[in-house]
Each structure stands twice: as C-alpha cells, then as structure tokens.
C-alpha cells in the first residue's frame, strides 16, 4: 500500500466533482493509447447507502476504501469483496472512518473518535470482522501511511502533542514501536513507507532546525536508525522503499533538489535528477516520480529514463508494482490511467459515464481501484457523483467479470 499512498492532490478533487462544468472535446481522453496498451473494463462498486464513495487500495480480491452513507452523514471505511461482488461496511471508532491500505486479511485506515475530535489508526481483521483502535504513542493522534504483509508503519504524537515520531505497528503482536529520531527522543519524525523489516521516513537533527531533515531507514529486527545523509546539501527525505532500495528526495551540494536512490547494503547513492523531485516510489528496480508537471520512469539496473505518457498536461503516479504504474492525468481534466513501465504501454482508464476517473492502486492480477464520476444530471455539468470503482483488463483470466480467482 502507498498513501501518498497518498490523498489525492487538489486538482484531482476538484476535477473529480459534479458539476465540473460542461464537456469540451479538448477534455476528453484521446482516443488512442501507446502500443502495448491493454483495454479495461469499469465496474461501479456502488456505496454504502450515500451519494459518493471512493476506493483507495486493493489486494488480492479485496478492494478497500471510503463511502458516505445514507443521508450523507458521515463517510465510513468499506471493503469490497470482487468475487461476491459485496460491500461491507467497516464501522468507525466512534465518528467518520477511512480505509486506506489492505494486506490478505488485513485492514487498515483512520477514524475520528468524535466529530471534531482526535484521529487514531485502525486496524480490521476479515476473519474476526473486529475493528481495532491501534492507539498511538501517548499523544492524541495517529496517521498511518503504509502496511506492508502484518507491519503497519505511521506517525503519532507523544504525551502533550508538541512532538511526533514515526511508529511500526505489529497486526499479529498487536503492538507499537517507537522508532524514535536522528535528534534523539525529543527530536521529530515520520514514517513514510515499510517494506520487510525496514520503515523508511524522514526526521529532524540535533543542533539544526527544525525543518531540516535526513531521510532514514529503521530496521525492525536491529532496532536501528540509519541516517541516509544527502547528495551533499542539508536536507533529505525518505519516502519509499522496495528490498534494500530507499528513494526520495536531497538538496546537493549547489543547493539544488533531486531524486535519489539509496543502496542500504553499499551506502551507494544515485542521484536521479531533477525529473524525480517529488512523489518518489519504488518496486524492484523500477523507479517512479514526478518534476511537478510530468512523470517518469527510471531503471536502477540499465539507468534508463523514460517520461510516462504522451506528455500532455499534467501526470502523476500513485503506485508503481512491477512494471506496472497507476496514477492521474490532468488534461485539463482528470483521467486515471495504467503505464508500462517496461513498454511504454500507456493506457486512459473510462468513467462510469461522466467524464473523469481517478486510479489509486493496481493487485497482482493488474486489476485496478480508485474512482469514477456517473453520468451528469443535466447538460451544464461534465459529472454525476463520483463513486468507487475497478478496473479490469480483458486479458484476466475468467474475462472482464471482476472474478480474479
């Protein structure tokens, strides 16, 4: 799971509205994709009774993700069953609640304990149907921003919430583990991403202010912090890893910003350039990140580039598994879209009849979740409600019926 990862960006929610103003042609999806593309078909996964919904993560056969409910009250997590073709409501901790991230039978995601008050993590087990507070670090507050097999990583505040350090949360012991800061336990960190044993993030310094951070990378079974350093400037950030491999992003020594990788087995660094200063994320070899206007790939193996799409408007990945990359283009309008990264496949994701999709994550089956606006209610407007969906490409086994058994 990546949050990046993980809410979408501004320009996507106010795309993805209704009433997003009438349909222009410029604004639709061109009709043709890259070679190499796959066609998909959408499902509407419907809500739980209220007028919008929104799917944030998938594995497996499980979709996961946040809808209204009836009367439009509150938004409550849910998790969407591809084979039964089924929503379940996951209840809250007490007000509104967000899936955001699923593992086999693992849940996570966010709840307010009241509405106005503090936001703590859950976590929901599918076998027992249980809906757990995963608590925090003495604060008032938890944000989880990954999961990973049964390792779940976030950040919390401490006793009085003037200070937050990064945390791993352990789904089968059940508990939290301060992974404390490069400044010490009065020094500030967050956790970014988690893979095996290691969770990735960025943290304050001693004797430095406080906005400037290393990126790290904790080992869960050392019980060890390792400060990444930079690529010769003052500041780093960690904000994904794959295996041994930590991207993210370095000021250098003439006080530029880059896209790095770093090797946890030789301490060897790579500097990406500038086409990979935000949104680093990972998968093996393969790197994905963005300058702000375009997405890129990179290959740490043949040290290629390649710029995802055509190049129109204004690309962002969300997920990049294997070689394959989901994320958002913005043209002026928003249109999810699925990337080869080995190919150059490029590939616009339909609408539920409106005009502008969104996609969050993709499984090994290469089915795809996120959202789709329906059809508008009149001829002034481009969208209806946006409502979760998925994504199936026709070369799944069992056709483009959803069953990815």
């Given at each position: 799971m990546r949050i990046p990862l993980r809410a979408w960006s501004l320009a996507a929610a106010a795309l993805l509205v209704a009433g997003a103003g009438p349909v222009q042609a410029a604004d639709t999806p061109p009709s043709g994709s890259a070679a190499g593309a796959v066609q998909y078909a959408v499902q509407d996964l419907g809500t739980l009774g209220g007028t919008r919904s929104k799917a944030t993560a998938i594995d497996g056969n499980t979709a996961v993700g946040s809808s209204l409910i009836r009367g439009d009250t509150a938004e409550h997590a849910f998790a969407y069953d591809l084979r039964s073709r089924t929503m379940t409501d996951l209840g809250t901790l007490g007000h509104s609640s967000r899936a955001t991230g699923v593992a086999g039978d693992h849940i996570v995601g966010e709840s307010e304990l009241t509405a106005d008050g503090p936001t703590h993590g859950f976590a929901y087990d599918m076998r027992t149907r249980r809906l757990v507070d995963i608590g925090?670090?003495?604060?008032?507050?938890?944000?989880i921003t990954d999961l990973s097999g049964d390792m779940v990583a976030g950040t919390s505040s401490l006793p009085g919430d003037a200070v937050t350090h990064a945390f791993a949360y352990s789904l089968r012991t059940g508990t939290m583990t301060d992974l404390g800061s490069l400044a010490g336990p009065s020094g500030n960190s967050t956790a970014?991403?988690?893979?095996?044993?290691?969770?990735?993030?960025?943290?304050?310094?001693?004797?430095?202010?406080?906005?400037?951070?290393?990126?790290?990378?904790?080992?869960?079974?050392?019980?060890?912090?390792?400060?990444?350093?930079?690529?010769?400037?003052?500041?780093?950030?960690?904000?994904?890893?794959?295996?041994?491999?930590v991207v993210g992003q370095s000021r250098t020594a003439d006080s530029r910003l880059t896209g790095y990788a770093y090797d946890l087995r030789t301490g060897m660094r790579t500097d990406l350039g500038s086409r990979f200063l935000k949104g680093q994320l990972i998968s093996g070899s393969t790197v994905v990140g963005g300058d702000g206007l375009l997405a890129s790939t990179y290959d740490l193996t043949t040290h290629v580039s390649a710029v995802i799409g055509s190049?129109?408007?204004?690309?962002?990945?969300?997920?990049?598994?294997?070689?394959?990359?989901v994320?958002?283009?913005?043209?002026?309008?928003?249109?999810?879209?699925?990337?080869?990264?080995?190919?150059?496949?490029?590939?616009?994701?339909?609408?539920l009849g409106g005009l502008n999709s969104s996609a969050a994550q993709a499984n090994r089956f290469g089915v795809v979740a996120g959202s789709a606006a329906l059809p508008p209610a009149d001829q002034t407007s481009a969208n209806g409600p946006v409502h979760a969906a998925l994504w199936v490409p026709q070369t799944v086994a069992g056709g483009t019926d959803g069953d990815t058994r």
């Open positions: 925090t670090l003495g604060g008032s507050s938890t944000d970014a991403a988690v893979s095996g044993v290691t969770v990735v993030g960025s943290s304050s310094l001693p004797d430095t202010p406080a906005r400037t951070t290393h990126g790290f990378a904790y080992n869960l079974r050392t019980r060890t912090m390792t400060d990444l350093g930079t690529l010769g400037g003052s500041s780093s950030t960690a904000n994904d890893v794959s295996g041994s491999t190049g129109r408007g204004v690309t962002e990945a969300r997920q990049v598994s294997g070689n394959l990359v994320g958002d283009n913005f043209a002026p309008n928003s249109f999810g879209f699925v990337a080869r990264a080995d190919n150059g496949g490029f590939t616009y994701l339909p609408s």
